[in-house]
C-alpha cells in the first residue's frame, strides 16, 4: 500500500498518514443525511442498485469517477454496473492480474533460488583464490522473517564447512538474472527511496528496506542511525531547524539528507526507506555474516546489474550452495496480503524471463528486451485467453505502482470469475486479504456483514482507491465486484487535515451493501 504526501522536496511525514477524526458538530442536532454516508446510520436500500447510486451520488463525488461492476458467480447475472467499461487507474488491484498470470504461468509449487558460487575451488589450507558470486535467482523473500532470515549464516557455514577461512579475491553480487532495470516501468522517481519502492532485481535480501532510526540528544535534535550499518546509504544530517523531520535520498544517490526536527513530543522515531542497492547491500549483509564466522576477505564487494555479464559464472564456477524461497503459493500470501510491490514485479519478471525461452512474443514485431517487457507480453496473451480484449486491461509492470496502468471493472470482474473456475482458485483466494481479520483490511469492515467475508485486493495512489474480489452475500450467493474510485480528492478541514469519511470506508460501504444483499 502507498501513502502519499505532497511536499515541495520528497519528505517522509515522520509520524505515519494517520486520518485526522471527524469533527464534531455545535449547535442543535442535525438530520440524518438523506443519502447514504460511511460514517452515519443509513437506511435500508429496496435494491442493491438503489442503495449503490444513492452512494455514489453524494456531493464530494460529483467530480470523481466511480467506476462499479458486480457479477453472481453461481448465476452469472450482473447484479450491479456503473462505468464497468471504462478505464481506470487500478492502483495495487494489478496485483491480482499478476498473481493468475503467475499461477498460470509458473505453478504455485515454483520456487525461486539464490546460490554461491566459487571461481576456484577451497585449497587444503583454508584459501580459496578466487571470487565469490552471491547470484540472485529473483528470489523476493531472502531475508524476510517468514522465508529465510539467517540465509546469509547459512551461506557462511556452507563456505567454513569446506574449510575456507580466507578469500583472496572479491565477493560479486550478481542480479543478471533478470535483463531490465531495477523498478518497474512508470514508477515515479521519489517513491524509489520509499520501502513500497524498493529496487526488484533478482538479487536482493531483506526486501530491500533499511531503518532508519532518528532520537534525541539531549536537548539537540537529531541523531541518525541507519541499521544495518553497511546498507551502502550516507547520511547528511542537517536535522535542527524548526521545520519538521524530513529524510530525503536523491534518485540514484547513496546519500539520506535529514533535515528539520522531530515533534516536541517525540523522543525518537524508526523509518523504513528503500536500500539504494539491493543487490550490494544483500552482499554487504554476506561480508558481515562471513566476518563473524572468522572467513577473511581480502577484495572488495561489488555489484554487478543488467546490461552488464560476468564471465566467471560461463566458466562452470563450483557451486557452495543454494537457499531456495518458499513455494509460489506462499509467496502470494505476503505480497497480497501485504500490498507488496518488489514481489508483484519481481513475479512479473519470473514470468518473463519463462516466457523469453519461448522466444515467442506474437503481438511485436521485435522481440522485448528486458524481463518485464517479456512478462507484459505473457500477460496481454494471457488476458485474451480468458476473454478480456486488450483494450480493457493494460499493464507496463507488476504491482500497480505505475500510473501508466488501465484496467476496466469489466475486466477485474472477468478475472475473477475466470480466477474462480481454475484449480489454483483457493490459493489465490487464500491469500488475499480478509476484512476485519488480516492483511491490509484488517481493521476495515469490522462488525459488519463483510467481517470475515469478503476477500479483496485493496489499492491506494494519490486520489485512487480499490477494491476488488469476492464476497457471499447474504442469501449464500458468491459474487466476484470490482470498485474503482478514480480523481476523488477527499474532503479536508481548514487547515488541510483530511477528515472522515475517508476513501477507504466508502469502498468499505459498498462492500458491505454486497454483503447484505439477498437478506430480505
Known amino acids: 500500500m502507498k501513502c502519499f504526501i505532497p511536499a515541495l522536496l520528497f519528505a517522509l511525514l515522520l509520524g505515519g498518514c494517520a486520518t485526522a477524526p471527524p469533527l464534531k458538530p455545535t449547535g442543535a442536532a442535525q438530520p440524518p443525511p438523506l443519502v447514504p454516508n460511511a460514517t452515519s446510520p443509513r437506511s435500508v436500500p429496496s435494491s442493491l442498485a438503489e442503495g449503490i447510486d444513492a452512494y455514489i451520488s453524494q456531493p464530494r463525488f460529483a467530480h470523481a469517477q466511480w467506476g462499479i461492476d458486480v457479477l453472481s458467480l453461481d448465476s452469472g447475472n450482473t447484479l450491479y454496473r456503473h462505468d464497468a467499461d471504462a478505464l481506470f487507474l487500478p492502483a495495487s488491484n494489478a496485483k491480482l492480474y499478476t498473481s493468475a498470470l503467475a499461477l498460470q504461468t509458473l505453478g504455485a509449487g515454483a520456487r525461486f533460488s539464490t546460490t554461491l558460487y566459487a571461481t576456484a575451488a577451497p585449497r587444503a589450507d583454508g584459501t580459496l583464490a578466487g571470487d565469490l558470486i552471491l547470484y540472485g535467482g529473483g528470489d523476493p523473500s531472502l531475508g524476510n522473517p517468514d522465508a529465510s532470515?539467517?540465509?546469509?549464516?547459512?551461506f557462511a557455514e556452507a563456505l567454513a564447512g569446506r574449510g575456507v577461512r580466507h578469500i583472496r579475491g572479491n565477493l560479486i553480487a550478481d542480479d543478471t538474472y533478470f535483463a531490465g532495470p531495477l523498478f518497474g516501468d512508470g514508477w515515479e522517481a521519489l517513491d524509489l527511496q520509499t520501502d513500497y519502492g524498493a529496487q526488484a532485481g533478482a538479487l536482493g535480501a531483506r526486501n530491500n528496506v533499511v531503518r532508519v532510526k532518528v532520537t534525541r540528544e539531549g536537548t539537540r535534535c537529531?541523531?541518525?542511525?541507519?541499521?544495518?550499518?553497511?546498507?551502502?546509504?550516507?547520511?547528511?544530517n542537517l536535522t535542527g531547524s524548526m521545520a519538521p523531520l524530513s529524510l530525503y535520498r536523491p534518485p540514484g544517490s547513496g546519500v539520506l539528507y535529514a533535515t528539520g526536527s522531530l515533534r516536541a513530543n517525540q523522543p525518537s522515531g524508526t523509518y523504513a526507506l528503500s536500500a539504494p542497492d539491493g543487490a550490494l547491500f544483500a552482499a554487504d549483509l554476506l561480508r558481515d555474516a562471513l566476518t563473524q564466522r572468522g572467513i577473511a576477505l581480502d577484495g572488495s564487494v561489488r555489484a554487478l546489474h543488467w546490461p552488464e555479464t560476468d564471465a566467471a559464472l560461463a566458466n562452470n564456477p563450483t557451486e557452495i550452495?543454494?537457499?531456495?524461497?518458499?513455494?509460489?503459493?506462499?509467496?502470494?500470501?505476503h505480497m497480497l496480503k501485504h500490498s507488496d510491490n518488489r514481489y508483484a514485479q519481481m513475479l512479473l519478471?519470473?514470468?518473463?524471463?519463462?516466457?523469453?525461452?519461448?522466444?515467442v512474443c506474437a503481438d511485436?514485431?521485435?522481440?522485448?528486451?528486458?524481463?518485464?517487457?517479456?512478462?507484459?507480453?505473457?500477460?496481454?496473451?494471457?488476458?485474451?485467453?480468458?476473454?478480456?480484449?486488450?483494450?480493457?486491461?493494460?499493464?507496463n509492470e507488476g504491482s500497480g505502482l505505475s500510473r501508466e496502468d488501465l484496467v476496466t471493472p469489466a475486466a477485474t470482474v472477468k478475472l475473477l470469475a475466470w480466477i474462480a473456475r481454475q484449480p489454483f482458485a483457493n490459493v489465490l483466494r487464500d491469500a488475499l486479504p480478509v476484512a476485519g481479520i488480516d492483511g491490509t483490511l484488517e481493521y476495515r469492515m469490522r462488525g459488519s456483514a463483510a467481517t470475515d467475508n469478503v476477500q479483496a485486493k485493496t489499492g491506494t495512489l494519490t486520489h485512487v482507491y480499490t477494491l476488488s474480489g469476492f464476497v457471499t452475500d447474504a442469501a449464500g450467493a458468491r459474487l466476484a465486484f470490482s470498485l474503482l474510485l478514480n480523481r476523488y480528492q477527499r474532503p479536508t478541514d481548514d487547515f488541510g487535515r483530511n477528515i472522515q469519511p475517508s476513501p477507504q470506508s466508502d469502498l468499505d460501504a459498498i462492500a458491505t451493501m454486497l454483503a447484505e444483499h439477498g437478506a430480505n
Do not use: K
Not at 537529531?222 to 546498507?231: E, F, K, L, N, R
Open 321 to 333: 550452495a543454494s537457499i531456495a524461497s518458499p513455494p509460489l503459493s506462499q509467496l502470494l500470501v
Open 222 to 236: 537529531c541523531g541518525v542511525v541507519i541499521d544495518p550499518d553497511h546498507s551502502g546509504m550516507r547520511v547528511v
Open 149 to 154: 532470515p539467517d540465509w546469509a549464516d547459512r
Open 364 to 395: 511485436r514485431a521485435e522481440p522485448p528486451q528486458t524481463s518485464a517487457e517479456w512478462g507484459s507480453c505473457a500477460m496481454r496473451a494471457f488476458l485474451g485467453r480468458i476473454g478480456i480484449d486488450r483494450g480493457e486491461a493494460m499493464f
Open 349 to 359: 519478471q519470473q514470468v518473463g524471463v519463462t516466457t523469453a525461452r519461448t522466444r
